[in-house]
């Protein structure tokens, strides 16, 4: 179909209910809109709007990956209308930004035809927990959340820096039973605050957001004093137990992976203050690699993985994925850097891992010696594999070395190192010099030399 007649189409399409949500001013920050939806095919997909009404800088978002061509801007100085396509699998539909008489945007999505009601405007659905569906819809908040504890730990990159960490216990209302456990700090109290308030601007439930307990600057009030963090703990708690029952707010985007439980997913975090964690990490392979098979190679979402547990560390479960370290994420680092993170950092230490929450998916653990069955989350844990050593016949012959013949008149005596006497060569017999050794370029080496790690895809945490 052509492009533009299928935009043209699409643009048309807008009537009076895409119009459903107040109008954002010119002064209301940054906006952010959710729709969610299902194809033909039954397969769910979300997408995203950001603007700025007052500097009109947009972006979109399709299945959390950007929307090719959404960048750009869109302000009062521009036309009346500005419309993305996008394709969602076998869905058709386009985003669109509508300049209102008085200096203020409202928002759409439309679907194959269809406009969508935002996420922040519809009812929804619980039942078997977080992504399910279910005939009975409800306004209730899905889960409710208590600030219980606050702790402190170390940063593993500047060990003289201490970390203050609020524990949020997660509490699914369907169940009654505890989903999560996550340490956060004040600063994700913050995001999560600016995305939430950024998903109801022109909400008429934006009156009702709590209000985030106020920054304290670190030279009038030292925020490690043990009665500041516990007042700074009651205030957070008043604030998020009062922000899950605000109604659709667990529609927008920040909600559940701020609070540990997006998809099928949680995320939960143990404070470790012993040297030993009790705990082995396991190398992740990639998802796809032409040693598989596969066309193109697609790096793992993260390096490690648990592979042993000790009996009395019930917290973490095997298969679970390390996913940040003094709450840094470890989705662009390399294994050797999780292992030596978690090896070498001061006690205590926080560590966060993403584990299944509604089941997970059964795949193979290979290693060089067994195939073991583990259950993991979406994201496939599975150590390279590695073609078998050589046989010895099959290296090429090596000439042997050559001996220096130091007797002839014209041979000069090899140069001595510039760290020993020079004198002592010459009264010592002449010797073979030192040779050479390689020196690595460090873990982006491509050469046939193995670290103990790439013999062993397991390491002891």
Known sequence: ADPAKERKRLASSLDSTSRTMAASSLFSGEVCRNWRFADGDGVSHEVSLYHHPLTGARAAMVDHEELPGSLGTS??????????????????????????????FSYSCVVDGKSLPEATAERRTEGGGVGSSSSQKTEDPLFT????????????????????????????????????????RFRDFADLDETVQAAFAGHHMRSSMPTLPSKKLKFVQDHLEPAFLEQRRAELDAYVERLCRVPHVWATPGMEPFFGVAANAREYSVIFKARTLGFTVGKCGPKKSPEAGDSTYEPPDFPAFVANASDGLEAVKVGDLVSKISGKATCNWLFKAVVNAVKDSPRPLVVHFVGAHLGGTTVLLKTAKNVKQTTIPVVTATPPSRPPPRAPDDYPARPPPAVPDYDAPTRQPPRPPPDLDEHALFDAPPSRPPPVLHQGRGDDDDDDTKTEDDQNPFADA
């Open 75 to 104: 302000s009062v100085f521009h036309g009346s209308t500005t419309s993305m396509p996008f394709c969602a699998g076998k869905a058709r539909g386009s985003l669109h930004i509508i300049k209102d008489k008085m200096l203020g």
């Open 145 to 184: 959340a208590r600030v219980v504890n606050y702790e402190t730990s170390r940063d593993h990159a500047q060990p003289t820096m201490a970390i203050a960490w609020y524990l949020v216990s997660v509490t699914s209302v369907a169940t009654g039973r505890e989903a999560t456990r996550v340490h956060r």
